[in-house]
Each structure stands twice: as C-alpha cells, then as structure tokens.
C-alpha cells in the first residue's frame, strides 16, 4: 500500500514514542529527530511503500540511539494483561462458540492496545462491546470453506498481546485438522511479536513458530529471508493479522494464495484503501 499525506504525522508520532522510549538524552532526540526530518524530506512521496518508509525511520532511531529494542518493557505488559483477562474471554466464548465469535475475539485483540490499559481498566467490557459489532466485510463463509479443504495455514502474527488473543483462534483452527506454521518478526521493530513474545504467550503449542528473516514495519517483501520465502511460497492458505501486513501484502502478487485479511481498520488511509469506515471490523478475502 502507497502512503497518503496522513501517514507524515504518524510517522513523527512513532518517531517521538521510540524515541522517548529509546533515551532519554535531549541532545540526541535533537539530533536523530533532524536526521527523521531528512529522510522524510528525501523520500516521503506518494508513490513510496508505508512499510519500507516506517522501518527505514524506526532504522535510525536504532542505529543512533543504539536501543535494538525500544519496547521490550510494553512487549512483556502487553502479553501480561492480555494473559490476565484470557480466561474471561474463554467464559465469553463458552455462551457462543461459532467460528465467527473466535474471528471477532482475534481482531479486537487488534483493536486493543494492551500498553495502554492498566489492570484497573474494564477489558472485559470493551471486548464485550466489540463482540455485538458485526463485521463490516465478513468473508466467513469462505473462511471456514478454506478451513475444511486446505491442509495447512500460514498465520502471520501482529503485535504482541495480540497474539494471546490469536490463541484461541489457532485452537479453534486445530480443531479443522490443519498444520499451523506462525510467522514472527526476526528483530525487534514496534510492538510487534518476535519469537521470545511468542513462546511466552505460548503460540508453539499450536504450530511451528518460524521467523520472516526481518525486523520491518508490517511485511516487506523485499526484507524476507530466502528460508521464509520457501514458507510462504509452499503455503496456498494464508491468514494475515493486522494493518501493518495488509499494507506489505497489497503490494505482491497474491493471486495464487487462499489469503485472508483480519484486522481493525485504525486509520483513514487503511479504510480508503479497503472501502471501509474508520473503526470498522473486517474479514476479508483477497
């Protein structure tokens, strides 16, 4: 996906969160935030991938400030809190087990940002909320289809808490008889889950748990490793989890993959991609 005027001040927005969770040397915030305005200047233009141009600023901010992994302490309270409130939205899923309460259950854990709740916050009354939401575009029909002829599903992962939520999804999906291969980030980039997160919140119980080869915003597909590719490629039945992998897939060819698209659509340049509102839940087949 090709970014839009919007994307400028989220970019610096996500600038300013790393680098405040990077160091805390006013000096160099000055000095690296000047080098972000550079490569902005230099390379912010409409015909210009999201992701490339996300991982390339979050890239210096590494380099300069020399944190590999400015959100290793959200990471680890992400996976906590959404761990805690696991077993409520276990009960919720007792009262209706359908395939499509597991699909909205796994993309309010896209709209939940576990950084910022805190254990006095009313999780089980947002997620209560977001499961009388209909799905805007609710391809589960062709889902649950794809559920029972493919053999295996590639499962690329998103942010961490998250990916606890995604768990009850992978046990439903196991339930269908499939082989699960889990794809993770390689480095640290965002909150995005990487192995460590991963095994912690207990995805290996479900699948393999492979790495993309990279530490990119969302996918890139010019970053994968050859490894990954070979995964990818040997895979028909694709499930991408969150915006961040819809703006790197939308820009390969996917017309020999069973992909499905989950996610929340946070932000107006995702929802005039896709044709939906702000907000919006959405399945979808691509």
Not at 163 to 173: A, R, T, W
């Amino acid at each position: 996906m090709k970014i839009s005027y919007e994307c400028g001040p989220c970019f610096l927005r996500q600038a300013r969160e790393a680098l405040d969770l990077s160091t805390d040397d006013e000096a160099l915030k000055m000095e690296v935030i000047g080098d972000i305005f550079k490569y902005l200047s230099e390379n912010f233009a409409q015909d210009t991938n999201s992701n490339s141009t996300g991982s390339a600023m979050h890239a210096i901010i590494k380099q300069k400030t020399g944190c590999e992994d400015p959100y290793y302490a959200e990471k680890i309270e992400s996976n906590r809190l959404a761990l805690k409130y696991l077993d409520d939205v276990k009960k919720i899923l007792d009262d209706d087990d359908s395939l499509e309460n597991y699909v909205k259950i796994a993309i309010i854990g896209n709209i939940l940002d576990f950084g910022a709740f805190t254990l006095d916050d009313d999780i089980e009354s947002v997620i209560k909320t977001s499961l009388k939401k209909d799905l805007t575009v609710k391809d589960i029909d062709e889902f649950e289809n794809s559920l029972k002829t493919q053999d295996k599903v590639l499962y690329l992962v998103d942010n961490t808490g998250e990916i606890v939520f995604d768990k009850l999804l992978l046990g439903k999906i196991k339930e269908y008889g499939l082989e699960i291969t889990i794809a993770v980030k390689s480095v640290p980039i965002l909150n995005d889950a990487c192995m460590k997160e991963a095994l912690d919140a207990g995805l290996d119980e479900f699948g393999e748990i492979v790495e993309i080869g990279a530490g990119t915003v969302g996918y890139v597909d010019s970053e994968i490793s050859d490894e990954f590719r070979e995964i990818f490629n040997s895979h028909e039945f694709i499930i991408s989890k969150g915006m961040g992998n819809y703006e790197g897939l939308t820009e390969i060819d996917l017309s020999d993959k069973d992909i499905y698209f989950m996610l929340c659509a946070k932000c107006n340049t995702i929802s005039r991609d896709i044709g939906v509102n702000l907000h919006d839940m959405l399945l979808f087949k691509k």
